[in-house]
């Protein structure tokens, strides 16, 4: 127990040294949340950029395979266009498969008047969420998961 509180320790500290920086002068910044045992994914946009930009408007988007999160009840520019997930089981994975699709197709500006033309049907499919998760297992059972964290 003393271990899984120190591992814990130590992963917080990684956490708080990360947010030091000034991360919201990044183009993307990526925050898996988890609430009530469901994974969904934030990502902030463009943050340091004028909300009069045409190109790289500041938005939030949310990703939420289960519908957790009403985004009609958030702020306007929180926007919902994702997969909805089968089981209540596969959340981790979705916002990994997320963040991966999100960080190949981004494009370097857009407006949030035009969302979601990089996330269309075609975006994300099950076929590669299949061969997506495959990866992931196929990395862990080829390293140990401590050292990558």
């Known amino acids: ?18 947010t030091q920086k000034d991360i919201f002068s990044k183009k993307y910044v990526l925050v898996p949340i988890v609430c009530w045992r469901h994974w969904s994914l934030l990502i902030f946009c463009h943050s340091g950029e004028s909300t009069k930009s045409e190109t790289r408007t500041p938005c939030m988007l949310l990703l939420d395979s289960l519908e957790k999160a009403d985004p009609r009840q958030l702020e306007p520019d929180v926007r919902k266009f994702v ?27 857009f407006s949030t008047q035009h969302l979601p033309y990089f996330m269309k049907d075609n975006w994300f499919t099950p076929e590669g969420l299949k061969n997506f998760c495959e990866k992931i297992e196929s990395l862990k059972e080829k390293s140990d998961v401590d050292e990558l964290l």
């Open 83 to 109: 997969p909805q997930q089968r089981n209540g089981e596969e959340c981790g994975s979705f916002v990994l498969y997320f963040i991966n699709l999100f960080m190949e197709s981004a494009p370097e500006d």
């Open 1 to 18: 127990m003393k271990e899984l509180f120190r591992r814990k320790s130590a992963y917080k500290v990684k956490v708080l040294t990360w």
